[in-house]
């Protein structure tokens, strides 16, 4: 009976062992087999991956921790404070940034970062095949970090890359990074989608990030991710890291985006027009999740609507639980406005919502945000705190283009005039004006008005981020 049940255990460990040595490695048989590689990929994309080199003029001081002081600044008048240059003047240095793009289509259009050729008064690119040219920025959309460039001089007939479909990624697909990491050269790094729609990553206003574990680095900004296809399904932007170098996070904006903001450029537009939804929209949290008595906490809750909006002619109400759009699940606000983002203008999207404990399916118009008033652009003059600021009126578009949020009056600051009265009181751009010697602005010609007549003490408020901040300001 021992001898039974103890050959009986050994043939079971013979039949346990067969898949194992079914998967033991074995030496290639072929030369084929041995030559397997990406080369063929590289070979096909990395000719349409370039670098990007923006150049700015910048004003630099004297260095001297004495220039660093306020209030030395603005008593001997040095840069930074009133008064004019003084001594330890600034003096002129050409600031240079290095990144990577992607050549878009044969006639020299490129795609890179926003970061990298934010402020530049001069863009250059440089060919794989060492080539160099000018560029003409044709769009920047700081809203996704993307901004589109235009070659000068050349034949045409650029090698191009081909734009794939970010939706059509897995998680665990192979992909590599092509770029110029630290200024090497390019340089083609390998690894797989680590994950797909991160979102709360804090880069950009449309967060729904592709993860890979492909080395990025500083100078692969604005390159491209690309998949065994050969087509680029992401413009690599970001890194998570807490050295400086790549840590095996890397973030890349999907080539969906993308899309979207080429196609603005090559309609001749100067900024990208997007569908407008006309609702705030709230992450759900476990503990809303449990007093609305939902399975798990997914989907954007609606906690206001404008009227007029797409979001009210669509039926869209506060209180509406929103779950997917286009067939596609949405689990939170981030991957909603992404996926509302990236649909064309015209026409009609359908959501699907929960309300009040039943499912519903809206149709929204793909609208955008309107202009109900004119901008008026207005750059304040006279001796003031806001002298060198320049606003415009509040619509929607506005409040679209700049990103404001929970704001219905003021004007909002567009641009500030370096070394102005404004730019020393460390007014922002964005900043939503609300109020000057308690006269409250509506328009810019009221800003004008309140700015033109003397004052020892200034008492300004601005929106800024949803928070509002006063100060009083010497004349």
Same mark, same amino acid.
């Not at 954007?300 to 002619?313: F, Y």
């Not at 008026?376 to 404001?404: Q, W």
């Given at each position: ?14 039949? %346990? ?8 490695? &074995? ?30 003029? $910048? ?31 600034? %003096? ?33 690119? !440089? *060919? ?18 993307? !901004? ?13 890359? =081909? ?13 590599? !990074? ?6 090497? #050269? ?38 491209? *991710? ?19 170098? %790549? ?18 450029? *090559? ?9 407008? *939804? ?50 596609? =699940? ?22 699907? $919502?929960? &309300? ?10 793909? =609208? ?12 304040? #003059? ?16 506005? $409040? ?11 004007? $909002?600051?567009?641009?500030? =005039? ?9 007014? &922002? ?47």
């Amino acid at each position: 009976m021992q001898r039974t049940a103890l050959s009986f255990a050994l043939l079971t460990l013979l039949v %346990s062992l067969q898949p194992v040595a079914a998967q033991t490695p &074995r030496v290639p048989t072929s030369r084929a087999e041995i030559s397997l590689s990406f080369a063929p990929v590289v070979a096909r994309t990395a000719p349409a991956i370039v670098n990007v080199y923006a150049m700015r003029t $910048v004003q630099a001081r004297q260095s001297n921790p004495l220039f660093d002081d306020p209030f030395f600044r603005r008593f001997f008048g040095v840069p930074g404070g009133p008064g004019g240059p003084g001594f330890g003047g600034p %003096s002129e240095r050409m600031q240079r940034a290095l990144g990577s793009g992607v050549m878009v289509d044969a006639g020299g259009l490129v795609i890179t970062n926003n970061h990298v050729i934010e402020g530049a008064d001069e863009v250059r690119v !440089a *060919l794989a095949d060492k080539r160099e040219f000018d560029a003409d920025i044709l769009l920047r959309d700081p809203r996704t970090d993307l !901004a589109v460039l235009k070659l000068r001089g050349g034949k045409g007939n650029f090698a191009f890359a =081909e734009l794939g479909s970010s939706d059509d990624l897995q998680v665990g697909d192979i992909v590599l !990074a092509i770029g110029n990491p630290f200024g090497v #050269g390019q340089t083609v790094t390998q690894g797989i989608v680590s994950a797909l729609a991160r979102t709360q990553i804090g880069i950009t206003d449309y967060q729904f990030f592709i993860q890979t574990d492909a080395a990025i680095n500083p100078g692969n900004s604005g390159g491209a *991710l690309v998949d065994v296809a050969g087509r680029v399904v992401g413009i690599n932007t970001a890194i998570f890291s807490r050295s400086g170098g %790549s840590q095996g996070i890397g973030f890349a904006i999907p080539a969906d985006m993308v899309r979207v903001v080429l196609q603005s450029a *090559l309609d001749g537009g100067r900024s990208v027009r997007r569908p407008w *939804l006309g609702a705030k929209l709230q992450r759900v949290t476990p503990d809303i999740a449990e007093g609305l008595d939902l399975p798990r906490p997914v989907g954007s809750l609606v906690q206001s609507v404008t009227p007029g909006s797409p979001a009210e002619k669509g039926g869209l109400r506060v209180g509406d639980l929103v779950s997917a759009i286009a067939g596609q =699940e949405v689990d939170d606000p981030d991957a909603f406005g992404y996926r509302f983002a990236t649909r064309p203008l015209g026409g009609t999207v359908a959501i699907a $919502v929960v &309300r009040q404990g039943r499912e519903l399916s809206l149709t929204l118009p793909l =609208e955008p945000a309107p202009e109900t008033s004119p901008r008026d652009e207005t750059t304040i #003059g006279g001796r003031s705190p806001l002298t060198g600021a320049t606003v415009v009126n509040l619509s929607p578009a506005v $409040v679209e283009e700049m990103r404001t949020v929970d704001v219905d009056q003021g004007v $909002v600051v567009t641009s500030i =005039e370096e070394g102005s009265p404004a730019d020393r009181t460390s007014l &922002r751009v964005g900043d939503v004006v609300l109020e000057v010697n308690g006269l409250p602005i509506a328009r810019t010609a009221d800003l004008s008005r309140a700015t033109q007549a003397p004052s020892r003490i200034w008492r300004i408020t601005v929106q800024r981020g949803g928070r509002k901040i006063s100060a009083m300001l010497p004349g």
